[in-house]
Each structure stands twice: as C-alpha cells, then as structure tokens.
C-alpha cells in the first residue's frame, strides 16, 4: 500500500508533439494519452480497473492490438498494472492532489560562495561506476543514438579525417553553426551562424558569457535553489550571489527579483527556465516576459541556459527567454550533451552583437576552439534528420523512467516526503519529512552504494537541508526499485 508521501501531478497533455499530428502520430499513443490524462484528473482513480482491451475495442472501433499497445505503453510507464486474469488496474499508487515542496520566500543578503570538501565528495560519487547514479543529471548511453553515430565516424574518409586533425575556427564549424541555426525558429530577428558561437559544452558556454560580463566582488542574481555546478563558478571568479526563490511549479519570482535590484547592484543574472537544475521546473511564459522585460528595462544582462529545452515530455516545445529580449541583453547557452552526445562535449553560445566579439576574444585566449572531429560528426548527424527521431524517442524514456523513480518514492518514502513532477528533464527535487537531514541521508546512501545530490550543495546560502536531487536518466531497473526502497527505508530510520 503506499505509504502517503505527497507529489503535485504534471499537466502531461496539455496538448500534442506539433511532429506527432493526426495525420502521423499512432492511433495507440493518443489513446494513452487520454487514458494517461483521465487518471491525472482523478477519473479514473487510484486501483480502479480500466475497460478490458475487448470493451474498448467495441466502444471506439479500434482494433484489438492498438487498444492493447496502448495498456502496454502506459504499463511500462507504471502508471497503470496488469493482474493476471483480471486485467489492467490504475496504479494504487496516485499521482494525483500531491503536494508540492515548500517555497521558501525568505530573503537572503547576497553573499560570496564558500564550498568545502564534501562537495569534492558528491563530484567524485556522481560519476562512480559503482554507486547507483541517483545523483547524475546526465543521460543514460543507452538512451542515445550509439549506433547512427559510430556509422557516421566509420564511413569518414581518409581525406576528411586529416582536415579534420586542424584547429577549427573559434566560433566552430560553419556547417554545425547553421544546423544549430535552424533550429531556433521563432526568435525576434532570426538567428543565424554568425550569432552562434561554438564552446565545449554548455558549462563553458557559461563560463564565456559570465566572464565577458562579470568581474570579481561583482553581483550575480541565481535561481534558488541552482545547479551547484554554476555556485563553483561564482566562487572561481569571486563573485557575490543573490539567490531569487523559485516556485516548484512557476519558477523563479520576477517580484521577488526586482526587489533584490532595488536593494542591490545586481550586474547580471543566471537562469535556466526550461527544466530547471535541480528544481525541474519549466518557468511559465508570463514569468520568462515579467523577468526579461525587468532586466531589459534596467540594461541587465541576462545568461540563459537551456540545455534542457528539448527534453520535454509533451505538447510543444518550452519558448526561449531569448525570444522575449528586445535589447540584446539575452545571451542563451545549451548543449547537446544531455540529448545526444556528452562525451563530444559540443555546446554553443547565442551571443547577439553586443557580446559575440568578446565571448569570441575570451575564447581565442583559452580553449582557442572547440574539437574538430566532434563537431563534424554532429554536425552531420544534424544534417541526415536523424535528431528529430531520436528526441521523440529520448522524450518518452525520460518520462517513463522518471514517472517510475517518482512512483517508487510515493511507494517507499514517508508520509511527509514531496516533490514535483516535471513536465520534462529527467529530475526529481524530493523535499524529506520535516527534521530529516538530506546531507545524513546522502552519507548514508553511500553505504549502501547508492548516489542522490543533497540539496544543501543547491544554495550559496546553504538553504534546503532537507532536500535531496535524484536522477531518472538512466533505465528503471530492479536495482533502482531496490535502491529507491532502501533510500525510503533511511528516511524512516532518520525519523526515529
């Protein structure tokens, strides 16, 4: 029986792929769409049974096989159970009335980032290949496209490979930057290759915007809670940051923004609106056009990152802050890591005239370019139309894998435990009961072998302590049931 641990339900068919029309999407998939949808909204209930596959093939004139391909897709989600010679029965875990994590609006003073050791710890933890990698945001080898890839760099030709042992030009491959172009249609006065900078990963992107904007004893304004990755940065280049709180559903508050301005000599700002490290959270639209129009209004630059942005689970994808900045201010970084490849660590930096000649000065005085070889052979996937399959594919494992995580913690944690279904990106931010240390329950988790993020590592202010990051980029096995059991089994013993 679940133990009643709380979650707020996704909104997941808010409406439909504009790839996967009428005209091309399988008669299976719309119909588990809806069912999935009814089961959200509490029409069908938690352990109720669901129409035989024989009454719904009467009922809607479809054929037996679709009607059961789509019980099969929503069964290998979780979100609904098959009993033998009974049928298929919602889950009697519900996804549905969960309440969100606490959204805490408590100022903080802007401060420098202090990070000690443990964090050298949770680094080390993260890439282990013997811990359960409940604390990774990467994506799972599995889940990407091994074999389209090494048939690209096995049919590359002698006389391609030597041009491609020379530098490439800082700004990157020519044919990479205008693949990338094309996909940021909808964007105010086009983008095209030129506006693109290539960089190695999107951290790097980062890094190039922060340093051709920032200097040290500067202040930066953040997401609250952040990705700890970017709190490194801050501490490297000794900047002082001013935390905004971030709604679990909306994301961060462009009131609670202005008011730290007012207070404060904020040069620059750092978001990631579209499934938010480690919150999850996609930021609504009215908030990403409250926040750029803020910062265009007081010339504040603001740095995107939207590494993200294609990992959404349904409907259309997320809009771009960029696509709201009338000034030029909006510098928009992503990657291909989390999608495709992030071995090839290639990311890229929409700049905009403003900043393009000094991101590109920076990058010629560091890195000087980014991998030939590595920015021809997705430069070339691009080309051959393969991504838009592959995203389609990535996207419904995504979601599987972390409706999954988050209905074996519904099962497995204590009443009191909550967190936020997202509605794309493979991240749960689990808040524990109330008392219970997230750090203790990390320490723990080694114990036994497994690996979660704790949420302290999140805030330069050393906020959520009671918060834990787990990762659903890799497949739902039996030894992730197993590991999700045993972290719910440490939760109830740090109650005690």
């Known amino acids: ?30 119909l588990a769409e809806e069912i999935e949808s009814k089961i959200h909204s509490g029409t069908y209930q938690a352990g109720e049974k669901l129409p035989s596959v024989r009454d719904l093939h009467k009922k809607l004139n479809l054929s037996i096989s679709t009607v059961y391909q789509a019980y099969m897709e929503l069964e290998t989600t979780g979100i609904i159970e098959a009993r033998p010679k009974s049928g298929y029965y919602v889950s009697p875990v519900s996804l549905r009335n969960l309440r969100l994590p606490d959204f805490d609006r408590a100022p903080v003073s802007p401060q420098k980032v202090e990070l000690d050791a443990m964090v050298n710890s949770v680094l080390k933890n993260i890439s282990n290949p013997d811990m359960l990698p409940l604390s990774s945001s990467a994506t799972a080898p599995e889940l990407l496209p091994v074999k389209q890839l ?23 491959n020519p044919e990479l930057r205008r693949q990338i172009a094309l996909r940021t249609l909808g964007l105010p006065g086009g983008i095209c290759a030129e506006d693109i900078v ?4 999107c951290m790097e992107a980062v890094s190039l915007c922060l340093r051709s904007i920032l200097k040290s004893g500067d202040t930066i304004a953040i997401e609250s809670p952040t990705h700890f990755g970017f709190l490194q940065f801050f501490r490297e280049m000794g900047l002082l940051v001013a935390e905004v709180p971030t709604h679990p559903r909306e994301g961060a508050d462009p009131d609670e923004l202005e008011k730290i301005i007012r207070s404060t000599p904020v040069k620059a700002c750092l978001f ?34 939207d590494i993200c942005g294609e990992m ?13 900045d009338r000034k030029d201010l909006v510098l928009t970084c992503s990657s291909f890591s989390k999608t495709l490849a992030p071995g090839f660590r290639i990311g890229w930096v929409i700049a905009g005239k403003r900043f393009r000649d000094k991101i590109l000065r920076i990058k010629a005085g560091s890195t000087v370019c980014t991998s030939t070889p590595d920015q021809h052979i997705v430069a070339r996937f691009l080309s051959e139309g393969a991504y838009e399959r592959h995203l389609r594919f990535l996207r419904g494992q995504l979601k ?20 936020a279904l997202p509605k794309g ?26 690996a979660i993020l704790p949420g302290v590592v999140c805030s330069a202010a050393g906020q959520f302590g009671n918060h834990i990051r787990i990762g659903c980029g890799h497949p739902f096995t039996d030894a992730t049931e197993k590991g999700m059991e045993t972290l719910g089994m440490l939760v109830r013993e740090a109650m005690k």
């Open 272 to 305: 990631m609106p579209n499934f938010q490290n480690p919150l999850g959270v996609l930021m609504s639209d009215e908030r990403k056009k409250a926040i750029v129009q803020l910062l265009n209004r007081l010339e504040i630059p603001l740095i995107e990152d």
């Open 1 to 30: 029986m679940p133990c009643g641990a709380s979650i707020e339900a996704p909104e997941f068919c808010e409406g439909k792929n504009p790839e996967e029309t009428a005209d091309t999407m399988f008669r299976y998939k719309q």
């Open 400 to 419: 599987k894998h972390t409706v999954k995580t988050a209905l074996a913690i519904q099962k497995y944690f204590p009443e009191g435990t909550r967190l």
């Open 312 to 324: 959404y689970y349904e409907g259309n994808r997320p809009s771009l802050m960029k696509s709201f």
């Open 425 to 450: 990106g493979s991240l749960l931010w689990v808040q524990l009961p109330p008392k219970v240390d997230g750090l203790h329950i990390y320490r723990r988790a080694l114990d036994h072998n497994i």
């Open 150 to 172: 090494s048939a690209i760099v096995k049919n590359i030709s002698g006389k391609k490979m030597a041009s491609m042992l020379r530098y490439s030009l800082t700004e990157g």
């Open 198 to 201: 290539v960089t190695t990963g």
